[in-house]
């Protein structure tokens, strides 16, 4: 039996454990725990709460979970909580948390200031992107005031994190395929940062070189909601005052959309993808826990096994529902 109470009070006093048990009870897919689920949502919707939220992209090994750890580190230091969430589009497929096994966050997993999530497995892309969305007002109903989502840059991952967050940073590595042609143009346009990462050893000259490329070009792309075009950088983790510049765009960035209204009306149109998110779910968990919607499927089943049209089963079901 879920103790509601006992998890919303830990949740707002900031507790870790009762917001990792807030966040299982939004991914459940247990029909008796969904008016808790509901309930919670209800409570947490209205709480409003300053904060930041980053999305981290770029392809699996470019060094996002190195970077963020670097990043939310410095965040801590500079007294804020830190929240991070993984994202996995592929993991859908593979039913199993890339991410999460290869999380290399060794300091902001011991921190007390930290949370550390990994990607949901059982979920769709869809239910990703609405429980995602949860979780982070879940973190920040808790006190988290800096959000950190990690995603691997492929295919629709980006229009979801950008859906998700007020920023997105783009790691790109050189050597591999990472370079003005590999890169797919909608994934560079999308960004609001791009570091080229690994700008150490062996790969500092060709770094170079491809940053000079980056911010010829950036500028023929569509400016960003600050108003101006990508901003592009480049670091390593592995030396700390490179990461600087990181720090710096990243604050200077989160100040001029919070200062132009941008981030206050694309959280606006967030909302609005959260509700068809929540309306699709919604209507799916119906068709299987409505008595009168259930019934009305499988007198269709019958009816389909013994000729009759599809179509019109179809019909006669979305009818009922009128
Ligand atoms: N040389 C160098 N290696 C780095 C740097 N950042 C990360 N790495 C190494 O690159 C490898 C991958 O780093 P991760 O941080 O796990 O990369 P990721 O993008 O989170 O990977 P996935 O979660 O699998 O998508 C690790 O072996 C890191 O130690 C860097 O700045 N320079
Ligand atoms: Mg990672």
């Known amino acids: 039996m879920i103790d509601f109470e006992k998890i919303r009070d830990g949740l707002f006093r900031g507790d870790r454990l009762s917001l990792s048990k807030a966040i299982t009870l939004i991914e459940t897919d247990a029909p008796d725990k969904f008016p808790f689920r509901n309930r919670l949502m209800e409570e947490i919707e209205s709480v409003v709460r300053p904060g930041f939220r980053l999305a981290v992209t770029g392809v699996p090994g470019a060094g996002k979970s190195t970077l963020i750890d670097r990043l939310g580190m410095h965040w801590i230091s500079e007294g804020h909580k830190v929240a991070v969430l993984a994202i996995d589009p592929s993991s859908s497929l593979s039913h199993g948390s890339i991410l999460g096994d290869k999380t290399r966050m060794t300091e902001l997993s011991r921190n007390p200031n930290a949370f550390i999530r990994p990607s949901p497995t059982r979920l769709q892309l869809g239910g990703v992107a609405s429980s995602t969305y949860e979780t982070i007002l879940l973190c920040e109903a808790a006190g988290f005031d800096r959000i950190i989502v990690e995603t691997v840059g492929v295919g629709q991952s980006e229009t979801l994190a950008s859906s998700l967050t007020d920023a997105c940073l783009l790691l790109l590595v050189t050597g591999t395929g990472d370079d003005l042609q590999g890169v797919k143009k909608g994934i560079l346009e999308s960004a609001d940062i791009i570091l080229v990462n690994k700008a150490d050893g062996e790969n500092e000259n060709r770094a170079k070189v491809f940053e000079r490329e980056l911010k010829q070009i950036s500028g023929l792309w569509p400016t960003r909601r600050n108003g101006e075009p990508a901003a592009v950088i480049r670091g390593s983790s592995l030396q700390d005052e490179s990461l600087e510049a990181v720090f710096d765009k990243t604050e200077l960035y989160f100040g001029q959309i919070f200062g ?13 993808v959260w509700m068809k998110a929540l309306i699709r779910k919604r209507l799916e968990e119906q ?14 089943e019958s009816a389909v096994l013994s000729g009759a049209s599809v179509m019109q089963e179809v019909d006669r079901i979305l009818e009922k529902l009128k």
């Open 287 to 300: 068709l299987h826990i409505n008595p009168v919607w259930k019934n009305a499927i499988l007198q269709s």
């Open 260 to 272: 132009n209204g941008e981030l206050q009306r694309n959280r606006l149109s967030q909302k609005i």
